[in-house]
């Protein structure tokens, strides 16, 4: 068995000439800067390599999200049906207090089943209101901020907000502007120690520690759910 533990922040590249030209422009000078750190100092080397992918985000930031904003918002606060999923990736031009908006559209909707907002450029304030959201919100079961500028501060609210979370069973937040930190990889990992619901997380760990225990939580919680599926068909077969 194997824990889902990977990063999954590579952005898609950029579909236009100029986008691409940049991207790659980009990629050239980091990668003559990376080969010439390595070996002298790793860590330069791994920072390098965060603000690259992160620049890539950035250049293939496109206004190709369909979503309408305010009828999202509708469609959340009425509880649509037929609204599951609720989609800000590479919005142009969002902002934090947007952003805030919709999570605190989510701790009322029992509907949304998975919310991504990953490279819109949020920061620690949106971050601390999805941390909110999922204090009270029992539907949401994946969640997605990858690829933004969210620092330790945010990313920890929201491992203290799974510690009463039992709903949520995807998480990522990889590929942030800021690196996380020994510091704050070890408290996640103390966060999430009593989380039963988490099987996927989506983020590198640098620290062995940190990445070594939570392979060992995520292979746990995959065991209680596999038990609990097994036990309701149990009881699904005895009342048939």
């Known amino acids: 068995r194997s824990s889902d533990l990977s990063a999954y922040g590579t952005a898609k590249a950029a579909s236009k000439d100029s986008n691409q030209s940049e991207v790659v422009k980009c990629n050239g000078q980091l990668e003559i800067l990376t ?4 070996e ?7 920072q390098m ?11 293939s930031r496109s206004g190709g999200n369909p979503t309408v904003i305010e009828e999202a918002l509708e469609s959340i606060n009425s509880n ?6 609720v989609n800000l990736n590479n919005i142009d031009n969002i902002t934090t207090e947007t952003l805030t908006r919709f999570a605190q559209a989510l701790e009322g909707n029992n509907v949304v089943k998975a919310f991504s907002m990953a490279n819109t450029r949020a920061d ?19 969640l997605n901020i990858e690829s933004n500028f969210i620092t330790g ?16 069973t995807e998480l990522r937040f990889h590929n942030q502007r800021h690196i996380m930190g020994s510091q704050v990889e070890m408290e996640i990992a ?11 997380l989506g983020y590198h ?35 048939s």
């Open 80 to 85: 649509d049906p037929d609204t599951s999923e």
């Open 190 to 200: 103390k966060l999430l120690k009593d989380n039963t619901t988490v099987v996927k």
């Open 35 to 38: 080969n010439g750190l390595q």
């Open 40 to 46: 002298k100092n790793p860590r330069v080397c791994r």
């Open 153 to 168: 501060k945010g990313i920890l609210a929201i491992m203290r907000a799974l510690q009463n979370n039992n709903v949520l």
């Open 205 to 239: 760990f640098e620290l062995p520690g940190p990445r070594m225990a939570m392979t060992g939580i995520l292979t746990r919680n995959m065991d209680k759910q596999r038990q609990k599926r097994m036990q309701e068909q149990r009881e699904a077969d005895r009342k």
């Open 49 to 59: 390599e965060n603000e690259l992918a992160f620049n890539t985000a950035a250049c």
């Open 124 to 142: 620690d304030n949106a971050a601390i209101a999805v941390a909110n959201m999922l204090k009270v919100n029992q539907n949401i079961t994946s």
